[in-house]
């Protein structure tokens, strides 16, 4: 069964400092990899996803993660945080194998400070 | 383009009622799926369309809901004698195919069960 664990249900950070919200998953193949954004009364927005090729991604509003296959870790970070990334972030995986839905974390909420 | 819309965005109702919830995916997005997210929690899978194939049912909580697509395009999700513990947000995706992988969310419907 696949499963992904958000550790964290809030993460604070200084606007301009670096922030790392953290995913790791369980998957019995090889895992799609996806992160999403929830703005307050909104629906969930795409950030970016891993398929293959290389670990580190990049996706949208300078958002990137990196995926870690021997530590089943797939962390989202930005080098330099906005105000206006403060949001409810959700990691969430799927197995390669078979037509599997996605499976989500509890998503992490993201503080951002001015 | 148009998005994934989802009506009504609010819908408050007594407990033992029945309830429509509607989604309209984005056109020519062949697969569609239904979630609920509840406070504090993440994304449970309710059920998922794709195509012409049969549904996947397997997360529906019980056989008070269910869900249809008509002519591989709106969906509705129909929750049965609702009760209070069935309060959330519900969440409608839509994907382009098999060979796309990011979904693609509405708004959402909030539901109370009063």
């Known amino acids: 069964a696949q499963s992904v664990a958000q550790p964290e249900d809030q993460v604070n950070v200084a606007e301009g400092n670096p922030l790392t919200v953290k995913c790791t998953y369980s998957?019995?193949?090889?895992?799609?990899l996806f992160w999403y954004v929830q703005y307050p009364n909104r629906g969930l927005q795409f950030l970016l996803k891993y398929i293959t090729g290389d670990n580190l991604v990049k996706g949208s509003y300078g958002f990137e993660a990196e995926f870690n296959k021997s530590q089943t870790s797939f962390h989202l970070k930005k080098p330099s945080a906005l105000v206006s990334d403060s949001a409810l972030y959700f990691c969430?995986?799927?197995?390669?194998?078979?037509?599997?839905?996605?499976?989500f974390g509890k998503g992490t909420r993201l503080s951002v400070i001015a | 383009g148009a998005g994934v819309s989802q009506s009504p965005s609010n819908k408050v109702t007594e407990k033992g009622k029945d309830v429509e919830l509607r989604c309209d995916p984005i056109s020519g997005h062949t697969a569609l799926y239904w979630y609920r997210q509840s406070l504090g929690q993440g994304l449970e899978f309710l059920i998922y369309f794709q195509g012409n194939s049969a549904p996947d049912k397997s997360g529906l909580p019980s056989d008070r809901f269910s869900a249809e697509r008509t002519g591989g395009s709106v969906s509705t999700l129909t929750i049965q004698r609702t009760q209070q513990e069935d309060s959330a947000v519900y969440l409608c995706?839509?994907?382009?195919?098999?060979?796309?992988?990011?979904?693609?969310f509405g708004p959402g419907t909030r539901l109370t069960v009063t």
């Open positions: 969430a995986v799927r197995d390669t194998a078979g037509n599997t839905p996605l499976v």
């Open positions: 995706a839509s994907r382009p195919g098999q060979r796309s992988y990011e979904q693609y």
């Open positions: 998957v019995s193949g090889n895992p799609y």
